[in-house]
């Protein structure tokens, strides 16, 4: 099952623009993450947000979310064509079933 | 950061075997396993979670019968893929997590993955 839906599914845009990619859930979360994965690799993760957090930057990397909402966006400042990648969030929750379940991503394409 | 093994990396294997694979986290204790399939193209699709000891948690639509989860050890968990057909051929992942802070907080990491191929 996948909790996460998002969007846009691919994003094409040119080298140095901003990329905005955004991740809907539908149950209480404890903390989001968002991963990205090159084709035919493995996850990489990016960065992790509680779910008393709304907003959180790493480098060129700065991610919100909004528990009223249940949303989340990723924001990639000054792309570079090594971005290329599709871009996953994933939902937690933990108690008795712990559950960490991924969106259905986002493709990202930088062109040169 | 930790390591986690899994075991094989790839397999062949004809309609209607059986396939096991293993994941190991070796140099943590991992009480809780998820173990993830991946189609081309697609995101990762939550299969089961299971915690050391108990019985594993399958996710809707998932045949427990024919995905195998043992997770007998804090650092072993295997997932056997029973009369395998080519639709289930995929790349599957196991994902341990490390809890610390009295089980408040964890990290999770990731198997390199095993692609499986059903002729």
């Known amino acids: 099952s996948q909790q996460g839906e998002e969007d846009p599914q691919a994003l094409s845009i040119q080298e140095g623009e901003n990329a905005t990619m955004n991740c809907s859930y539908k149950?209480?979360?404890?903390?989001l993450q968002w991963y990205r994965q090159n084709s035919g690799r493995g996850l990489v993760h990016l960065i992790l947000?509680?779910?008393?957090?709304r907003e959180k930057h790493s480098g060129r990397l700065r991610v919100t979310l909004d528990t009223s909402k249940k949303s989340s966006s990723l924001l990639i400042t000054a792309s570079r064509a090594a971005d290329t990648a599709s871009y996953f969030c994933?939902?937690?929750?933990?108690?008795?079933?712990?559950?960490?379940?991924f969106g259905s991503g986002t493709r990202l394409s930088i062109r040169p | 950061g930790a390591v986690v093994s899994q075991h094989p990396s790839w397999v062949i294997c004809k309609s209607g075997t059986s396939v096991k694979i293993e994941c190991r986290s070796l140099?943590?204790?991992?009480?809780?396993m998820f173990w993830y399939r991946q189609f081309p193209k697609q995101s990762l699709m939550l299969m089961a979670t299971?915690?050391?000891?108990?019985?594993?948690?399958?996710e809707q639509g998932v045949e427990k019968d024919k995905f195998l989860i043992n997770h007998a050890s804090l650092t072993l968990s295997t997932l056997t893929v029973t009369s395998a057909h080519p639709e289930d051929s995929s790349f599957y992942i196991c994902?341990?997590?490390?809890?610390?802070?009295?089980?408040?907080?964890?990290?999770?990491?990731f198997g390199p993955g095993t692609r499986l191929t059903v002729l």
């Open positions: 149950t209480s979360i404890n903390n």
């Open positions: 140099d943590f204790q991992a009480t809780t």
């Open positions: 299971s915690n050391e000891g108990s019985k594993a948690t399958y």
């Open positions: 994933a939902t937690a929750t933990y108690s008795s079933a712990s559950k960490i379940i």
């Open positions: 947000i509680r779910s008393n957090e």
């Open positions: 994902s341990p997590l490390k809890w610390t802070s009295g089980r408040m907080d964890y990290t999770q990491y």
